[in-house]
């Protein structure tokens, strides 16, 4: 399949029947996708299912796509809606980010260099300093940093997928990322 195909191309080819298609989509945006679900709240052992309930509502509705937007806000919005909606069958609309537990694989934040005990040790404090930051933001403001980091969203998708204005969507990254660069600072 051809690398510089766009995800819209591909997205009207599985609509009409090319499997492979969607296969390249799933490629390309589970992980950000998935990054972007399970830190958006406590979801506990939701999230797969959560994850996995975004993709089924894409299969669902590829009959009725239309390329309107670009294919990743299309997609982020099912996401975010979906979330939303687990959020208020449990009665927590505004829920906030999961928590660290012992069994997070803090060793992947590290990557390589977690030859040195130290080396570990700091990253996994950093990766918790970061957590907390995360869910210090107010709610939307922590999407729209997740959306924009994990998702890769523009801040024009952001706005469209999240129902606000440009100026909103830009001013909502804004403070999240100067709240994150000043709690970052503290912790150094």
Avoid at 64 to 71: G, I
Wanted: hydrophobic share 40%; net charge negative.
């Amino acid at each position: 399949m051809n690398e510089e195909t766009s995800d819209e191309a591909l997205m009207l080819r599985y609509q009409s029947g090319d499997a492979a298609a969607f296969d390249e989509l799933y490629a390309r945006h589970r992980s950000g996708l998935y990054r972007f679900i399970v830190r958006q709240g406590r979801l506990g052992d939701h999230a797969e299912e959560l994850f996995q309930d975004v993709w089924m509502n894409l299969i669902k509705a590829r009959h009725t796509y239309r390329v309107e937007a670009q294919f990743r806000t299309w997609l982020y919005t099912l996401a975010r809606n979906r979330v939303l909606d687990h959020f208020r069958s449990d009665g927590r609309a505004g829920a906030v980010m999961r928590e660290v537990g012992e069994d997070e694989d803090l060793e992947n934040v590290a990557g390589s260099r977690i030859a040195q005990p130290e080396v570990l040790a700091d990253a996994r404090e950093q990766g918790e300093a970061i957590v907390k930051l995360l869910e210090a933001l107010p709610a939307p403001q922590r999407e729209a940093f997740l959306m924009y980091q994990e998702g890769g969203l523009a801040i024009e998708e952001i706005a469209e997928a999240t129902g606000v204005t440009f100026e909103a969507a830009k001013s909502r990254l804004r403070y999240a990322v100067a709240k994150l660069r000043e709690g970052l600072q503290e912790y150094r």
